[in-house]
């Protein structure tokens, strides 16, 4: 198998004068009320989560929350538009921005062709109203989504260092000129413009107290109990079909992420969490005073991890501070598929995970993709035994070479993905538990041989659901 390239990602660990702003604004006890409104945008998704995870399709998430949170506490009219589960987003959308002077949009894997139809609802609407893109997918292909959408400006990976500078610019009469804001791509009058990217915050504990009453639905979030929180944020790792719009991993000090989730159980009453943290055991010991942590409050919680680093005492202590469940992230049981695809676990790893967590009563679930680069019959027909050997929930998916993955890049080189916006309109419609979904083959095997192998293994999921449910 050829090499795939690595991708390029930002892992500066230069430390940004702008971060001093961002701690002055999260500290501050008074806020001074500006005159201008700023809509930001969740736009909605196409996609059926897999099992257990419905909550994410409708729940509050961390990445949002801070960004709205921080345009907030910067004195901005706020108001905040929900597309999830809508029946007409982009109405909602134009509806809820009358009257406002920056719109904020999120952008997802699944977002484009809702990008393309409320951008361009918005410009004809609104001709002067000015449209601002975040999030991974513009990250990933800034320029792409500028030709191709209405907006304005576009902020690159971790948005709030740049955001702060992009609206004090915008709005209180500081230099107008944005050819020096780092990490952001705009419409310069000469043409589209990508800025030099901006250092990641260095520390976390900088970052503003999360407000869910940002959310329309706060009533059903306090009646749910349910919110997302992360203790870290980046993951180290380049596996290549993960595209990361924050690289650089960080952590919260314990004193922050304790005061934090003391203060949303203080204003949710919150149960229950999805930690949201992508390497949670990259350091066991940490893991565990966050776990104690969370059980110190009441919270329950799912969690990520990888199969390494995880011992008896990791999985013991999960299960006595009320973890409900964890997620490997496997995704092969063939060791040259996994080192082709940079995941940099073993085989072993994979099974002595699986049996400390499930002899640690543990409800264990292991994730799967069907198709990664190098995948052959026999990869495949390994995957199949081992899961028909377990006990776990299995939860697999298609391959899809994410824009910006290595994946991505490959797949281009090789004419797989010939139309770049006819691709992100695809993923605009795909959906994880289609069986017939469009598929991105980057195998040597038949579609059809794919598709068997993935109804196969998704027959599994559903009886072990079904003997969990009875």
Request: proline share 6%.
């Amino acid at each position: 198998m050829e090499p795939l390239p690595r991708c390029d990602y930002f892992r500066s660990g230069s430390r940004d004068a702008m971060e001093d702003r961002l701690r002055d604004i999260a500290r501050a006890a008074v806020v001074t009320p500006r005159p201008q409104t700023i809509c930001v945008v969740v736009p909605p998704s196409s996609q059926v989560p897999t099992p257990g995870r419905e909550f994410l399709v409708t729940g509050p998430f961390e990445g949002f929350t801070y960004i709205a949170t921080l345009i907030k506490k910067m004195g901005f009219t706020l108001r905040t538009i929900d597309c999830r589960l809508k029946e007409d987003p982009v109405g909602l959308v134009l509806e809820g921005a009358r009257d406002a002077d920056l719109v904020c949009i999120a952008t997802f894997c699944d977002s484009f062709v809702f990008l393309e139809q409320v951008t361009q609802g918005l410009r004809q609407r609104y001709p002067g109203l000015r449209i601002l893109l975040g999030g991974p997918l513009v990250t990933s292909l800034p320029e792409v989504l500028l030709q191709n959408t209405a907006a304005d400006f576009a902020v690159l990976g971790e948005a709030e260092l740049t955001l702060i500078e992009l609206l004090d610019r915008l709005f209180t009469g500081a230099d107008p000129d944005l050819a020096s804001v780092k990490g952001m791509a705009w419409r310069s009058p000469s043409g589209l413009r990508v800025n030099a990217p901006r250092p990641q915050i260095k520390d976390l504990d900088n970052l503003p107290d999360l407000d869910y009453t940002i959310w329309p639905n706060y009533q059903d979030i306090l009646k749910s109990g349910q919110i997302l929180i992360s203790s870290m944020r980046g993951c180290p790792h380049e596996c290549s079909f993960c595209f990361k719009t924050i690289p650089l991993l960080r952590f919260k000090s314990l004193e922050r992420f304790e005061a934090e989730v003391a203060a949303l159980k203080k204003a949710t009453g919150f149960t229950y969490t999805w930690l949201n943290d992508l390497t949670f055991n990259s350091d066991p010991e940490r893991a565990m005073k966050v776990c104690r942590i969370l059980h110190k409050h009441g919270v329950r919680y799912h969690c990520f991890a990888r199969v390494q680093k995880v011992g008896p005492e990791l999985v013991r202590t999960l299960k006595e501070t009320g973890c409900e469940g964890i997620w490997f992230g496997i995704e092969s049981c063939d060791q040259q598929v996994l080192d082709a695809n940079r995941k940099n676990i073993q085989l072993q790893e994979i099974d002595q995970a699986v049996r400390a967590a499930s002899e640690a009563g543990l409800a264990v679930r292991g994730l799967f993709i069907v198709g990664l680069y190098g995948e052959t019959e026999q990869s495949l027909r390994a995957m199949m035994e081992y899961i028909r050997a377990s006990k776990f929930l299995p939860l697999v998916k298609y391959l899809v070479p994410f824009p910006g993955t290595s994946l991505y890049h490959y797949a281009v080189a090789k004419g797989k993905i010939p139309d770049t916006v006819a691709f992100l309109r695809m993923l605009s419609a795909r959906k994880i538990r289609d069986f017939d979904d469009e598929i991105i083959n980057l195998t040597e095997l038949p579609d059809e041989t794919l598709r068997s192998f993935f109804h196969e293994i998704w027959k599994i999921t559903e009886e072990r659901e079904a003997c969990a449910g009875a």
